[in-house]
């Protein structure tokens, strides 16, 4: 099935312990994102990409890296994960423009940091 | 500092009822307006969207009206159905500068039965 695909669904980690989340979409899309969901404050853009090997930080970058190699992954690394990083962390992808088709999410993944 | 803000955070609505979700914004270079819906463990997917030269778009028992002048745009949800129980987006971009879309804090929809 065409879309985003995110792993791993669920991770728990230590303060202090590092993880990288796995992005990758099969649609052939210019650009993909990673947004982290929390209550209350909808979805907050960290990092982007408009192409192969090309990233810019969003609106929440600190404590965040990210890699995108090859056009269909895009890699977010925590490299010391803090509580606060406690979140749903979605990957989205689309065409050069937001407009007709909007963005692809994928399903999220569930991080929390203890 | 949220560039688009949403109200209510949670509605409730009885089915049949119509369900009304608000979002103001404050830059005026944003020139696409897009709603999303997010169903309990799934990302959010595309509902239907809206572009500032127009006042109104209607699709099957949603309808997004835009108030350039105000900064304004709203979501109805005609005769709403517990399947549309969700959480709703609504979200904007200045397409001329990129596709990063700027999203509001959520609303909550609960249709009872």
């Known amino acids: 099935n065409a879309g985003v695909t995110q792993t791993p669904k669920f991770r728990v980690l230590k303060t202090g312990q590092s993880m990288t989340l796995l992005c990758a979409q099969d649609?052939?899309?210019?650009?993909m994102y990673w947004y982290r969901q929390d209550p209350g404050m909808g979805l907050r853009l960290i990092h982007y990409s408009v192409g192969e090997g090309t990233t810019a930080k969003g609106e929440v970058p600190d404590g965040y890296n990210v890699s995108r190699l090859k056009k269909q992954n895009f890699l977010l690394g925590l490299e010391s994960a803090a509580p606060s990083q406690t979140s749903v962390y979605f990957c989205?992808?689309?065409?050069?423009?937001?407009?007709?088709?909007?963005?692809?999410f994928g399903s999220g993944t569930r991080l929390t940091v203890v | 500092q949220q560039q688009v803000k949403q109200s209510p955070q949670s509605l409730i609505v009885q089915k049949g009822g119509i369900s009304i979700i608000n979002c103001a914004y404050e830059n005026t270079a944003f020139d696409y307006f897009p709603w999303y819906q997010q169903f309990p463990g799934k990302g959010p997917a595309l509902l239907i969207a809206?572009?500032?030269?127009?006042s109104e778009k209607k699709e099957g028992r949603f309808t997004i009206s835009f108030n350039k002048s105000a900064k304004q745009f709203s979501l109805h949800i005609m005769d709403s159905q517990p399947g549309d129980s969700a959480t709703y987006f609504c979200?904007?971009?200045?397409?001329?500068?990129?596709?990063?879309?700027?999203f509001g804090e959520g609303t909550q929809l609960t249709v009872n039965p």
């Open positions: 979200a904007a971009v200045q397409e001329t500068s990129g596709s990063r879309l700027t």
């Open positions: 809206i572009r500032p030269d127009v």
């Open positions: 649609m052939n899309h210019e650009y």
């Open positions: 989205a992808s689309s065409y050069r423009t937001a407009s007709p088709y909007g963005y692809t």
